[in-house]
């Protein structure tokens, strides 16, 4: 951004007229270039030091042959990421009416329009998400009802409750997935559910009383394999 904004102002130095300004092209290329060369150089540069999550005290759930049992909680995005995204929306969605009411070109409209619509609707489907597990397995869906991720008893080889970093592990909030992390529901720090697949994937689910709904999750995988 600071190669595009430097590049554009000096390319616009002494002229008269807007009109007269070159393409920015060029300013374009030199901006991606340096972002690629600087990415590139950070990740060579930067130590080794593999991310290793840390286990929350485990509990022990016992359940009879026939008991069920349902563990059910809610998790949002941090205050933090809610007040950005918000704030996101509403400045684009007042650029939105004010390039209305300027009477801008059609297609510019039709592009801010679907830009705000998209960020609207990342917004209502990654803010918060219900999980639950039960005899069925873990499922976790948005407040809205998509996206919804669900893992089948049949599916799960092992259960943890991890502290989680979403920084370290997978580079930020939301709907993450990182190499060797797998995907995540990650809205928050601190404890969640992670679940490694039989096919080696694993996902993970930051939500409070992690403990709980990881025993009762093993609980239910352990005695669907006895039967």
């Known amino acids: 951004m600071a190669v595009l904004s430097t590049g554009t102002v000096l390319g616009q130095v002494g002229l008269g007229s807007a009109q007269d300004a070159p393409s920015i092209?060029?300013?374009?290329?030199?901006?991606?270039?340096?972002a690629i060369v600087a990415g590139v150089a950070g990740w060579m540069l930067q130590p080794h030091q593999p991310y290793r999550p840390t286990l929350v005290a485990g509990k022990d759930v016992h359940l009879a042959a026939g008991e069920r049992a349902v563990w059910l909680q809610r998790v949002q995005l941090a205050r933090g990421g809610a007040i950005t995204l918000g704030v996101a929306l509403v400045l684009l969605l007042a650029t939105t009416l004010v390039t209305g009411f300027a009477g801008a070109p059609a297609g510019v409209l039709a592009i801010t329009i679907a830009v705000t619509l998209v960020l609207a609707l990342l917004v209502a489907t990654t803010v918060a998400f219900h999980v639950r597990v039960d005899e069925t397995g873990l499922t976790v869906n948005s407040v809205v009802g998509i996206p919804r991720v669900h893992v089948p008893l049949s599916d799960i080889d092992r259960v943890e409750a991890v502290q989680v970093n979403p920084m370290g592990e997978f580079g930020g909030w939301g709907l993450r997935w990182a190499p060797g992390g797998g995907f995540g529901v990650v809205l928050r720090s601190g404890?969640?559910?992670?679940?490694?697949?039989?096919?080696?994937?694993?996902?993970?689910v930051t939500v409070d009383d992690a403990a709980t709904g990881a025993a009762l999750l093993e609980a239910l995988r352990v005695r669907a394999l006895a039967r």
């Open 25 to 34: 092209a060029l300013p374009v290329l030199v901006a991606l270039a340096a």
């Open 191 to 204: 404890p969640g559910i992670r679940v490694r697949r039989t096919g080696g994937k694993v996902f993970t």
